[in-house]
C-alpha cells in the first residue's frame, strides 16, 4: 500500500502553503514598512521649532470642537493622523484657549490666521469662549485674520471675531438660521406589526414622539421655537455686533435674498461684501502675498512667516511639575451617560465615580470643577456620579459645576448638588423628564407563522419581546417612570431652593437656554470654566492654587504607541488615510452601536434630552 497521501490532501497542502506563506510575506511587508516609517520619524523628531519675530499663528480647527477626546485605539489613529478632512478628528477646547493665552502675551506672535476650512462642529458655547480668548489677543494690539474659499455658519461666527474677513473671489457666506426636523416612524412601525410600548412623564419629554406619532407635537413644536429663537438670538447678536451690523441683516428672506443677489449681478462674493460680511475678497495667491507684507516671508520666500497650531502648542506645552501644590480638580464629563467603566468621551457611571474619588481622597486637591457637556442617560448612573459629587461636599471640597454646550436631563441631575452652577448663554439645559420604552414584535411574528406559546410561574417571568405586554405590567412600569420624574423634580427644588410646583412648572421634559435657566433659577452665574475655577478656590479659600485634571491614565504602552504614531503620522501616504468606503462603514456601524449605547440603564429608565442635536 502507497505511503504517499492522496492526491486531494496534497492538493490542499500546496494551497494551503501558498496561501500561508503569502500571508507571511504581507504581514512581514507591513510590519517592516511601519518599522522604517517609525526609524524615519524618531530619526527627524529632533528638528527643532524656531519661532522668529513676526510670526503668524495658523489656527487650524480642523474636526469637531469638545471638552474632552474620545479615546481612540492608537493603532486605529495612524489610519486618520494628518487628515484634515477626517469628520471624526477632535480638537480640545481646553488646547485652543490654552495656545491663543500664550500667543497673547508671545511678543514673537503678532497675528493669528483662522482656518476654518474643516472645522465641523462646535456650538456657539464653545465658540464664544474662543472668541473672547481672540478679542484679549486684538486687545493686546495684535491682528486677527480669517481666509476661506466659503464659510459656513459655525465657520462665519469664528471669522466674524478677526479683524479682517477675506473671502475668496469665487466664494461665499451660508447663512441658514437653525432648524429642528426628525423623521417619524409610528406608521412604519404599524406596517411592520411591530407594539411600542411607552413610558414617559413630561408634557415636552419628546424623545419618545417618533415612535409614537407621524408628526410634532405642538407642545414640542412651542418648546423647540423658542429653544431655537433663544440660541440664533445670541448667534446673530454676537456675529453683529462683531461686524458693526444689525442682526436682520444676516439671514435674509428669499425674497430679500434675491434682490441682493441681483444687485451683485448674481455674484455670491460680490454680495458678502455689498451685505458687510466680509471685507475684501481675494484669491489665494493674493492672500498669500498680503499676508507676506504684514508679517514677511518664510526661509523658503514661498508663503508668509508662520507656525501651525499643533507645532505652537508643542512648543509652549508646560513643564511637568513634579511637586504636587494645592489645586483645583477638574473632572470632564463628556458624552452619553452610561453604566460601568466608559472610555474617554463617554460617561461612565463607574468611571466618573472614579475620577470624583481620587478627588476626595486626594488631599492637595481642595475643591473640583465638574465641567458637564453632556445630553445624559442612564438614570442608574447619573444617581451615582451624584452621590459622589455629595461625598466631596461632605468632605467639605466644594464642587462647582461649569456647563458647556449642553447638560440636561442627566447632565442636569449630575449638576443640580453642586455649591455653584455656571452656565453660558447658549449652554442647552434643564430637560427635566424621564423616559422607558421598549418594542414587542408579536404581531410581526404571528404574521410570519411564529408564535409564542408556554407557562410561567408569574407575569414577570414571561416578559419577552415574542409576546404581549400584559396591561397590569403596563401600570407597574409607569408607576416607577412616575416616581422617577417625583424623584428628579424633588432633587432639583431640593438643591435650587424651590418648591415642587415650580420646578414642575418648568421641567416636563422642556428644554432651557443658559440665559434662560438663570431666570428660572436652574443655574447660578452665566460664564465659562474660567470664572467656575476661579469661584472653586474662592469657596476653598485659596488665595494660590494649581488645576489638576483628573482623567483616565493610558498605560505607558499607549503613551509609547501613541507617541510612535503621533510622530509617524506625517510619513504615512495620504492614499493610506482616506478609505471612503471603509470610513463610511465605520462611521455608520459606529453610529448604530452608539446609539444602542445609550439606553442600558437596569431599570429601563433614560434622563435623556433628545433636543439637544443642534
Known amino acids: 500500500m502507497s505511503a504517499k497521501p492522496p492526491f486531494l490532501q496534497r492538493l490542499f497542502t500546496l494551497l494551503w502553503n ?95 490666521v483662522l482656518n476654518l476650512s474643516n472645522l465641523r462642529s462646535a456650538g456657539v458655547s464653545k465658540m464664544t469662549d474662543i472668541g473672547n480668548a481672540l478679542n484679549e489677543f486684538k486687545a493686546a494690539g495684535k491682528q486677527v485674520v480669517a481666509m476661506e474659499n466659503g464659510y459656513s455658519q459655525n465657520q462665519y461666527f469664528l471669522a466674524s471675531y478677526a479683524d479682517t474677513v477675506f473671502l475668496n473671489t469665487k466664494g461665499m457666506v451660508s447663512l441658514d438660521g437653525l432648524s429642528r426636523y426628525r423623521l417619524f416612524y409610528k406608521s412604519a412601525l404599524e406596517k411592520l406589526k411591530i407594539n411600542t410600548h411607552v413610558f414617559r412623564v413630561g408634557t415636552f419629554k419628546s424623545a419618545v414622539e417618533p415612535f409614537i ?16 429663537a433663544d440660541i440664533w438670538a445670541s448667534y446673530s447678536s454676537i456675529v453683529a455686533k462683531n461686524r458693526g451690523i444689525s442682526p436682520d441683516q444676516l439671514v435674509l428672506d428669499t425674497d430679500t435674498y434675491l434682490v441682493q443677489l441681483d444687485k451683485a449681478e448674481g455674484d455670491s462674493a460680490q454680495m458678502a461684501m455689498n451685505m458687510h460680511w466680509v471685507d475684501e475678497l481675494v484669491s489665494a495667491e493674493q492672500f498669500r502675498l498680503a499676508m507676506i507684507e504684514q508679517v514677511g516671508a518664510n526661509k523658503d520666500g514661498d508663503s508668509f512667516r508662520q507656525i501651525s497650531f499643533n507645532d505652537y502648542l508643542s512648543l509652549t506645552a508646560p513643564l511637568p511639575q513634579f511637586v504636587e501644590k494645592d489645586s483645583v480638580g477638574i473632572v470632564v464629563a463628556k458624552g452619553n451617560i452610561l453604566n460601568g467603566a466608559q472610555p474617554a468621551g463617554q460617561i461612565g457611571g463607574d468611571t466618573t465615580s472614579e475620577f470624583l474619588r481620587k478627588a476626595r481622597l486626594n488631599d492637595k486637591v481642595k475643591a473640583v470643577v465638574l465641567r458637564v457637556d453632556s445630553p445624559g442617560g442612564s438614570a442608574f448612573a447619573s444617581e451615582q456620579i451624584r452621590q459622589e459629587v455629595l461625598a466631596l461636599k461632605n468632605a467639605g471640597k466644594p464642587v462647582v459645576v461649569s456647563m ?52 410561567a410561574t408569574s407575569d414577570w417571568a414571561g416578559l419577552s419581546p415574542a409576546r404581549s405586554l400584559n396591561p397590569n405590567v403596563k401600570a407597574v412600569i409607569q408607576r416607577h ?134
Not at 441631575?413 to 423616559?435: E, K, M, N, R, V
Request: proline share 2%; charged share 20%; with cysteine.
Open 18 to 112: 501558498i496561501i500561508n506563506t503569502t500571508r507571511k510575506l504581507i504581514i512581514n511587508f507591513i510590519f517592516f514598512t511601519v518599522l522604517a516609517i517609525i526609524i524615519i520619524a524618531i530619526a527627524t523628531s529632533d528638528e527643532e521649532i524656531v519661532l522668529d519675530n513676526q510670526t503668524a499663528l495658523v489656527l487650524d480647527l480642523s474636526g469637531n470642537i469638545v471638552d474632552q477626546k474620545r479615546f481612540v485605539d492608537p493603532f486605529e489613529a495612524i489610519l486618520s493622523q494628518s487628515n484634515n478632512d477626517n469628520p471624526d478628528a477632535e480638537i480640545l477646547l481646553a488646547d485652543i484657549l490654552y495656545v491663543i493665552q500664550n500667543a497673547t502675551q508671545d511678543t514673537r506672535i503678532s497675528t493669528i
Open 213 to 228: 406619532r407621524d408628526d410634532m407635537s405642538d407642545a414640542d413644536k412651542q418648546a423647540s421655537n423658542q429653544l431655537l
Open 404 to 455: 458647556g454646550s449642553l447638560a440636561a436631563s442627566g447632565g442636569y441631575w449630575i449638576s443640580a448638588s453642586a455649591d455653584y452652577i455656571y452656565a453660558t448663554p447658549t449652554t442647552l439645559t434643564g430637560s427635566i423628564g424621564i423616559f422607558g420604552m421598549f418594542a414587542t414584535f408579536e404581531d410581526a411574528l404571528t404574521h410570519l407563522g411564529v408564535n409564542s406559546d408556554g407557562v
Open 481 to 614: 417612570i412616575e416616581r422617577g420624574y417625583h424623584e428628579f423634580i424633588s432633587l432639583v427644588a431640593t438643591e435650587r431652593n424651590m418648591t415642587i410646583e415650580q420646578v414642575d412648572s418648568i421641567a416636563q421634559g422642556r428644554v432651557w437656554t443658559g440665559t434662560r435657566a438663570l431666570e428660572l433659577g436652574l443655574v447660578d452665574e452665566i460664564g465659562d470654566m474660567k470664572q467656575a475655577i476661579a469661584k472653586a478656590a474662592e469657596l476653598a479659600e485659596m488665595d494660590q492654587f494649581d488645576t489638576k485634571l483628573i482623567e483616565q491614565e493610558l498605560t505607558t504602552e499607549q503613551q509609547f504607541i501613541q507617541q510612535l504614531v503621533g510622530a509617524s503620522a506625517a510619513y504615512i501616504p495620504q492614499s493610506v488615510h482616506k478609505s471612503s468606503i471603509l470610513e463610511s462603514m465605520l462611521m455608520q456601524w459606529s453610529e448604530v452601536i452608539e446609539d444602542f449605547a445609550k439606553f442600558d440603564d437596569p431599570q429601563g429608565m433614560y434622563l435623556y434630552c433628545e433636543q439637544c442635536d443642534f
